[in-house]
């Protein structure tokens, strides 16, 4: 094991590094009752989806740890999922069969242009103050999921965002808000006393306490508001499901597929989970401090590779675009270095598939204060950027990547503002020699895929 992953060699031990895959899957487990949820909204069959999902993740995360040797994990994407169900689904009038064919090509193209180093390309074009500029954008993005995970921001008709009235909704909202507030402060003290695996502790802690206050019925479940309970349900799921979806992608009537909307809805795909990917990759392992004096990151062709098998795989499971999560961040901030991290992450996600009821029963305010703590030591990465006079042409697009992020609500989006405006901004200033030629390829697609998708 240790020849293969080389644990030592990257300053972590194997304790570590199965510590650090329980955390990743218990800050994912999420997905396991949400992207059911959401592609039911396609008419697809729940249980099904959340075993492709369990078995997508598993193939996925397992190539990632055993191809790539790195600490990161797949699963259905958020947000992605929803552009499956309620766009092309929904708006365009798709049915399921023809989403998850349009899922599987883009996989297939990703294949090739990983392959065919493309995908490596753009991710070593990107300059370094933007790839640290990601790790930080991250680090507030997952850390606004957080806080809307917890309760503790809610939405508002005026202000778009607001603090929770604890007053509101005490027995269900206003509880998960206090709850997580006390799990986040548990992981901060940990973590300044150097205890090791003060996140997972974190997690479990508040997920108990959470057990407790419905027992004594100071937290009350609501199915209608989105609160179930949460003591675990030792039920099992029913395998056979599976047949509703496993290889439905290829059962799809071509007369109903108008070529160009279709090429839309593959390049939308291909967009979307290119970018989500790479900014993953270069903010996680940015913080883990593995790229190297240039930026780059070792291993991530096999990384990208992975990836996109991962997309391919779980279209014929049955699921929409399988790719790298940000919330690998926790498993990373957790001390994970290496694939032995995305192994047991792996090899959780394949458990579950016996025990998603127990997993699924995990709530989003006992993970909550997880992200928010990672994301606080992804922002650490700040101090790398330069924002001294003479580097304000790295610095201003920077400063444009980590603010998108969190308010577009899209890693991708927040990549293509970085950008977009490090072309713009040096080009004007005349400092063009200092673009690299895939950089100006970028911006044009980004700015077209603006225009046009």
């Known amino acids: 094991m240790e020849k293969f992953f080389k644990i030592k060699e990257k300053g972590s031990t194997i304790g570590t590094e199965i510590m650090a895959g329980v955390v ?38 397992l190539c990632m740890g055993l191809l790539a040797n790195l600490p990161f994990a797949l699963s259905a994407g958020m947000g992605v999922n929803a552009f499956f169900a309620y766009t092309v689904c929904g708006a365009m009038g798709y049915s399921w069969q023809v989403a998850l064919f349009a899922v599987f090509v883009e996989g297939i193209i990703f294949i090739l242009l990983t392959l065919t180093n493309i995908r490596e390309a753009i991710f070593n074009c990107i300059p370094l103050s933007l790839k640290q500029a ?3 954008g991250i680090g507030l993005f997952i850390a606004f999921i957080g806080l809307q995970n917890a309760n503790l921001a809610v939405k508002s008709d005026s202000t778009l965002v607001d603090m929770i009235h604890f007053s509101d909704d005490l027995y269900t909202k206003g509880v998960c808000a206090v709850l997580a507030i006390l799990g986040l402060l548990l992981i901060s003290i940990l973590h300044v006393k150097k205890v090791h695996g003060s996140i997972l502790i974190g997690i479990f802690f508040t997920w108990l306490l959470g057990i407790g206050c419905e027992l004594v019925g100071f937290y009350k479940p609501n199915a209608e508001l989105g609160f179930y309970t949460l003591i675990p349900n030792f039920s099992m799921p029913d395998f056979s499901s599976l047949g509703k979806t496993f290889g439905q992608c290829f059962n799809i009537n071509y007369s109903e597929i108008g070529i160009f909307n279709f090429i839309v809805v593959v390049l939308s795909f291909l ?3 290119m970018f989500d990917t790479i900014g993953t990759l270069i903010g996680v392992s940015s913080k883990a401090n593995m790229l190297d004096e240039e930026g780059r990151l070792p291993g991530v062709k096999s990384a990208l590779l992975a990836d996109a098998i991962a997309s391919s795989s779980g279209a014929v499971l049955g699921t929409s675009t399988t790719t790298t999560f940000v919330e690998s961040a926790a498993g990373v901030g957790a001390g994970g270095r290496t694939g032995f991290t995305a192994v047991v992450t792996a090899i959780l996600f394949l458990l579950s598939t016996l025990l998603a009821p127990i997993f699924t029963s995990i709530p989003s305010f006992a993970t909550a204060p997880a992200l928010m703590f990672v994301g606080f030591l992804m922002f650490s990465n700040i101090a790398k950027i330069k924002f001294d006079d003479d580097n304000l042409t790295d610095a201003i697009p920077a400063y444009f990547c980590v603010v998108a992020m969190p308010m577009f609500y899209s890693i991708a989006d927040g990549i293509a503002v970085g950008v977009i405006s490090y072309v713009a901004i040096n080009l004007a200033t005349g400092k063009f020699k200092k673009i690299n030629p895939l950089m100006y390829v970028l911006a044009g697609l980004f700015i077209l895929n603006y225009i046009f998708l």
Do not use: E, H, R, W
Request: net charge negative; glycine share 6%.
């Open 24 to 61: 990743t899957f218990m800050t994912m487990a999420y997905i396991l009752a949400v992207n059911p949820d959401i592609l039911a909204g396609a008419g697809m069959d729940k249980n099904a989806v959340m075993l492709a999902t369990c078995l997508a993740s598993f193939i996925g995360t």
């Open 134 to 136: 990601v790790s930080v």
């Open 271 to 273: 967009f979307v989970d």
